[in-house]
Nanobody, 114 residues
Framework: QVQLVESGGGLVQTGGSLRVSCAAS????????MGWYRQAPGNQRELVAF??????DYADSVKGRFTISRDNAKNTVDLQMNSLKPEDTAVYYC?????????WGQGTQVTVSS
């Protein structure tokens, strides 16, 4: 049983910063990578940032503002979000991708007020 536990998020004003963290536990094998997705009301879930052995990917909308970091030994992944904008408001989901499947966290709300 694999569990992803997220922390962080919250409410911040435009231009502010937040950090969300995710820790994976359980029987974890064949990891491809870990990352963050987000879903705003009425929108599809979208990739924010993902880190794997192949490198790091960011959504164009967050490049230069968000930084993802991963601790392979601890199976954790953090997302530092700077210069936040109202359009960053969404539920942020941690994702753990393995060969043959994927796991999701429960989601954490990030709200940026204008």
């Amino acid at each position: 049983q694999v569990q992803l536990v997220e922390s962080g998020g919250g409410l911040v004003q435009t231009g502010g910063s937040l950090r969300v963290s995710c820790a994976a536990s359980g029987s974890i094998r064949n990891i491809i990578g870990m990352g963050w997705y987000r879903q705003a009301p009425g929108n599809q879930r979208e990739l924010v940032a993902f880190v794997s052995s192949g490198g790091t990917d960011y959504a164009d909308s967050v490049k230069g503002r968000f930084t993802i970091s991963r601790d392979n030994a601890k199976n954790t992944v953090d997302l530092q979000m700077n210069s936040l904008k109202p359009e960053d408001t969404a539920v942020y989901y941690c994702n753990l991708r393995i060969i043959g499947g994927s796991y999701w966290g429960q989601g954490t709300q990030v709200t940026v007020s204008s």
